[in-house]
């Protein structure tokens, strides 16, 4: 596996750039910059094993700079990304015996040579871009948040990318855009890896791509109708076509917002053949015993929600089904993901093969109420029918979610956030959870 630290390729593509390009006023002028601060406490409690949960705190600090372009034709810019994170409290030792340990590191921070969470990580991100009119190149640190693709914001630090996309809005209403990713830096993690999927990435086998091409359009039919499609394609693992709507209804009374999706996903390269696969280009799910075709990537996924809006009021009512052999297939390093689903809870995504599951939420703004900044919500998974040995298997999440902003004072801006989870099933390999997260942001201007 190929493993790198994430500036290494990024600062080469300032070679790109024009001797002097930082000459010109719109490449200050224009220019932002901010610092993020975020303090991360995460408590899992593992419930069904005799096996250490999680436990660890820490303080990020995030440097973001964007610059403005250079006048011109085309105009010339530069982004950096510095992050630093810091322990504070992250015990256990993952070398030990799970019967020996109260509580498990490396969720939040990378690991010792000894098994023990680091003091501390760090990263930088650069990232080049050209504009032409209203079409805009990054070539660098990535963070993309697209239906084939989206990056995972859940610990200290954000996954980043590396690679090269292009976005174009030439035509009124229309927004085109096309990629190349390469690599992957974890949540928690200062090297960046090759790109891989659930099920090939693990034993002596485990196999990567350093391809992953996609492409799509957004479609803005009217202010109320989105329209989407996207591809997405790990060289070597799997090709994948969405299709998406997104239509918000004024009702006499309230508004209706609904949300409708399509994945149709099939096999590319070596995991279309036999050879291949017993290479370890193969994908988790369930094929039967002695099948021909198994871990071969097989699946469409199809999911519709429904959310009722009235006076700060939304209650929302889904449904997703997977039909296929293999699970969903999305780039998956196994330190977490964020598929595009209607299903994407705080622990659980409910994506095994075969797997149909409900979806029922309830949130509240109590701006409403006289209490601005203050928002609270529900959500409620329950997965069944998913594929397995023996017999079909369930699971189901309950998801509780509480966010304040200070409004005024010394402390203003100061985002707070309380995230309580339970996941039950009897999946294979599934392990009874709860889980805390409490988490405190705060962003300081500084251009």
Same mark, same amino acid.
């Given at each position: 596996?190929?493993?790198?630290?994430?500036?290494?390729?990024?600062?080469?593509?300032?070679s790109?750039l024009p001797?002097?390009?930082?000459s010109s006023?719109?490449?200050? #002028?224009? &220019?932002k910059?901010?610092?993020?601060?975020?303090?991360?406490?995460?408590?899992?409690?593992?419930?069904? #094993?005799d096996?250490?949960?999680?436990?660890?705190w820490?303080?990020?600090?995030?440097l973001?700079y964007?610059?403005?372009?250079?006048?011109?034709?085309?105009?010339?810019?530069?982004d950096?990304?510095?992050?630093? =994170?810091?322990?504070?409290?992250?015990?256990?030792?993952a070398?030990k015996?799970? *019967?020996?340990?109260d509580?498990r590191?490396?969720?939040?921070?990378?690991?010792?040579?000894?098994?023990?969470a680091?003091?501390?990580?760090s990263?930088?991100?650069?990232?080049a871009? +050209?504009?032409?009119s209203?079409?805009?190149?990054?070539?660098?640190?990535?963070l993309? /948040?697209?239906?084939?693709?989206?990056?995972s914001?859940?610990?200290?630090?954000?996954?980043?990318?590396?690679?090269?996309?292009?976005t174009? %809005?030439?035509i /009124?209403?229309?927004?085109?855009?096309?990629?190349?990713?390469?690599?992957?830096?974890?949540r928690? *993690?200062?090297? &960046?890896?090759?790109?891989?999927i659930?099920g090939?990435?693990?034993g002596?086998?485990?196999?990567?791509?350093?391809?992953f091409y @996609?492409?799509?359009a957004?479609?803005?039919?009217?202010?109320?109708l989105?329209?989407?499609?996207y591809?997405?394609n790990?060289r070597d693992? @799997?090709?994948q076509?969405?299709?998406? !709507?997104v239509?918000?209804?004024a009702?006499?009374?309230?508004?209706?917002?609904?949300?409708?999706?399509?994945?149709?996903?099939?096999?590319d390269?070596?995991n279309?053949?036999?050879?291949?696969?017993?290479?370890?280009?193969?994908s988790?799910?369930y094929?039967g015993?002695?099948?021909?075709?198994q871990?071969?990537v097989?699946?469409?996924?199809?999911?519709?929600l429904?959310?009722? *809006?009235?006076?700060?009021? =939304?209650?929302s !009512?889904?449904?997703?089904?997977?039909?296929g052999?293999?699970?969903?297939?999305?780039? %998956?390093q196994?330190?977490?993901r964020?598929?595009y +689903?209607?299903?994407? =809870?705080?622990?659980?995504?409910?994506?095994? =093969?075969?797997?149909n599951t409900?979806?029922?939420?309830?949130a509240?703004?109590?701006? /409403?109420?006289?209490?601005?900044?203050?928002?609270?919500s529900?959500? @409620?998974?329950s997965?069944?029918?998913?594929?397995?040995a023996?017999?079909d298997r369930r699971e189901?999440?309950?998801?509780m979610?509480v966010d304040?902003?200070v409004? *005024?004072?010394l402390?203003?801006g100061?985002g707070?956030?309380?995230?309580?989870?339970m996941?039950r099933g %009897?999946?294979?390999?599934?392990r009874d959870?709860d889980?805390?997260?409490?988490?405190? %942001?705060y962003?300081?201007p500084l251009?």
């Amino acid at each position: 596996m190929h493993k790198r630290f994430t500036c290494g390729l990024t600062l080469s593509c300032l070679s790109l750039l024009p001797a002097g390009y930082a000459s010109s006023q719109g490449f200050f #002028e224009d &220019s932002k910059a901010s610092l993020n601060l975020r303090n991360f406490y995460i408590n899992q409690d593992v419930r069904n #094993e005799d096996r250490g949960g999680v436990e660890e705190w820490g303080q990020a600090f995030v440097l973001d700079y964007k610059s403005g372009f250079t006048e011109g034709p085309v105009g010339f810019g530069l982004d950096l990304l510095g992050q630093y =994170a810091l322990r504070l409290d992250a015990g256990g030792d993952a070398d030990k015996p799970i *019967s020996e340990i109260d509580r498990r590191p490396g969720s939040v921070f990378p690991l010792e040579s000894n098994g023990k969470a680091r003091r501390n990580f760090s990263r930088l991100g650069v990232t080049a871009k +050209l504009r032409f009119s209203k079409t805009v190149a990054h070539v660098g640190t990535l963070l993309p /948040k697209l239906p084939v693709v989206s990056y995972s914001d859940g610990r200290l630090l954000p996954q980043t990318f590396e690679g090269a996309q292009v976005t174009s %809005n030439e035509i /009124k209403d229309l927004t085109l855009i096309a990629g190349k990713l390469e690599h992957s830096t974890d949540r928690n *993690s200062s090297n &960046s890896d090759s790109l891989s999927i659930a099920g090939a990435n693990s034993g002596s086998k485990a196999q990567f791509s350093n391809e992953f091409y @996609y492409g799509g359009a957004d479609y803005k039919v009217n202010k109320d109708l989105l329209l989407q499609y996207y591809y997405g394609n790990l060289r070597d693992f @799997y090709k994948q076509h969405f299709l998406g !709507l997104v239509h918000n209804w004024a009702l006499p009374v309230g508004s209706l917002k609904t949300d409708l999706r399509y994945f149709d996903s099939d096999s590319d390269g070596e995991n279309s053949s036999a050879s291949g696969r017993a290479e370890g280009y193969v994908s988790s799910g369930y094929w039967g015993a002695g099948s021909s075709s198994q871990g071969e990537v097989d699946n469409r996924l199809w999911s519709a929600l429904f959310t009722y *809006s009235l006076d700060g009021h =939304a209650l929302s !009512l889904g449904y997703q089904k997977i039909t296929g052999n293999s699970d969903f297939p999305h780039i %998956n390093q196994g330190n977490g993901r964020v598929p595009y +689903l209607i299903t994407n =809870a705080q622990m659980g995504k409910f994506t095994s =093969a075969g797997e149909n599951t409900w979806v029922a939420g309830y949130a509240y703004d109590f701006a /409403k109420a006289g209490i601005p900044g203050l928002k609270a919500s529900l959500m @409620y998974y329950s997965g069944d029918d998913i594929d397995a040995a023996g017999s079909d298997r369930r699971e189901w999440e309950r998801d509780m979610r509480v966010d304040y902003t200070v409004q *005024s004072g010394l402390f203003k801006g100061v985002g707070l956030t309380w995230r309580n989870a339970m996941w039950r099933g %009897n999946d294979v390999g599934q392990r009874d959870q709860d889980e805390n997260r409490l988490i405190v %942001n705060y962003s300081i201007p500084l251009l």
